[in-house]
């Protein structure tokens, strides 16, 4: 499967938490090893659990090497003083991420992306940018009027 299908799926996960993850988007997330995904999730109702902490929990040792397609940039903070998706996906040792969208918030916006790359993983984004602001349309326009 190419990117645009893991993405793909990535953005079909999200889909049925629009309305119910509170102020957090519905994020979907597809880990990939080997061209098989490994594990997805999605942000759950209130906003908690994330989309990334799920599907690393449910990798587990497999995602170490692995993609992770997210639908938006993986936090860089958590208001729960637990782990961020970022440092997350660092700890579980993903090679690649790509992020659909960056986060729109002034002060979160690149961080996560920043985090990433300092980490020595490859980051790309954009891919299906289109698709997963329209999805979370509320969130991205609160902050895009910042």
Partial sequence: ?????????????????????????SVGCVLVKDG???AEAA???????????????????????ATAYVTVEPCALRSTGALSCADLLINA???RVVVAARDPHPLAGGV????LRRAGIEVEVGLMADEARAQNVAFFSQWDKA
């Fill in 93 to 95: 040792g993903v090679r």
């Fill in 1 to 25: 499967m190419s990117d645009a299908a893991h993405m793909q799926r990535a953005l079909a996960l999200a889909a049925p938490g629009m309305g119910v993850t509170g102020a957090n988007p």
């Fill in 43 to 65: 942000t759950q109702a209130g906003g908690r659990p994330h989309a990334e902490e799920q599907a690393v929990a449910l990798a587990g040792a497999r995602a170490q090497g």
């Fill in 112 to 115: 996560g992306l920043d985090r």
């Fill in 36 to 38: 098989a995904t490994i």
